[in-house]
């Protein structure tokens, strides 16, 4: 079995234990070392301290069964602020916030846009700005992210 597809067999019952949600798991060459990265969040935003515990459980986990025979470095982190919005669970949490899309075709004569997000299902975004709602198919999307106004 795959290293990556294994860290996740091995954090479904922690994360599913502490209401953590796996956005991603990384493992690859950087530089002159092996990295393996998890990022994770919850609804409200992941802490420190969950990032912590998360970090020492895979740890205790790894080392115990001898999963990754390579010295590698442990990473666990939070997405971001400008994590890219894919899932339905990414946009269901998006929702009332002011979004920036990329599509791959212009809609409406253009591929960029803004708006706050109102509306969503299986195959569309709808977004609102000024006034203006938008229906943008999500397989037109190339990027999605949180507008941030600094």
């Keep these: 079995m795959e290293i990556v597809d294994r860290v996740r067999e091995i954090l ?3 994360l599913k234990e502490h209401d953590i949600e796996l956005v991603d798991v990384v493992f690859r060459r950087e530089g002159s070392g092996l ?3 998890i990022i994770a969040d919850t609804a409200n935003g992941i802490t420190v301290s969950e990032c912590t515990g998360l970090n020492r459980f895979l740890s205790e986990v790894l ?3 001898d999963i990754i025979q390579d010295r590698y470095t442990l990473e666990v982190s939070s997405p971001g602020l400008d994590r890219p919005i894919k899932t339905d669970k990414d946009f269901e949490r998006s929702m009332g916030k002011q979004l920036e899309l990329t599509t791959f075709a212009a809609i409406d004569g ?3 846009h803004e708006g706050v997000l109102v509306g969503m299902d299986k195959d569309n975004v709808v977004i609102e700005c000024r006034g203006i709602s938008t229906v943008i198919p999500r397989k037109e999307i190339a990027l999605a992210r949180l507008k941030i106004d600094f």
């Design 63 to 65: 080392d115990r069964e």
């Design 35 to 37: 990295v393996l990265r």
């Design 12 to 14: 479904e019952v922690y």
């Design 110 to 112: 253009r591929k960029t």
